[in-house]
């Protein structure tokens, strides 16, 4: 049983339907570029998967170490309010208190 090759254009099937190499070629194609970005497409989402469970697992390990040491974080709006009027107190006095009287000699 011998198949027509790419070259010849009017090969003809065992069953007498007449087919040509052509269609196969595109079929062929079409389904190895249509498996490649299925691949791409799976690797894609398995990536976005990972990388997002090990940021989970960063700010997981993150606050525990905070919650370890004592530094709670559970009411941040809160603090960086009062923190920001304690601050600017502290850089008008640190300045003021930094610089020493200049000494002639």
Same mark, same amino acid.
């Given at each position: 049983m011998k198949w027509p090759s790419s070259t010849d254009q009017s090969g003809?099937?065992?069953?007498?339907i007449?087919?040509?190499s052509f269609s196969r070629d595109v079929e062929s194609v079409a389904f190895a570029v249509l498996l490649f970005l299925? /691949?791409? #497409?799976?690797?894609?989402?398995?990536?976005f998967f990972v990388t997002k469970c090990l940021q989970c697992y960063k700010a997981r390990q993150r606050r525990l170490r905070r919650k370890a040491l004592g530094e709670d974080d559970d009411d941040d709006?809160?603090?960086d309010e009062d923190d /920001?009027? #304690?601050?600017e107190d502290e850089q008008q006095t640190g300045i003021?208190?930094?610089n020493?009287?200049?000494v002639k000699v």
């Open positions: 003809q099937h065992p069953d007498g007449v087919t040509s299925a /691949a791409g #497409i799976i690797l894609f989402i398995s990536c709006d809160e603090d /920001a009027d #304690i601050d003021t208190n930094s020493p009287d200049l």
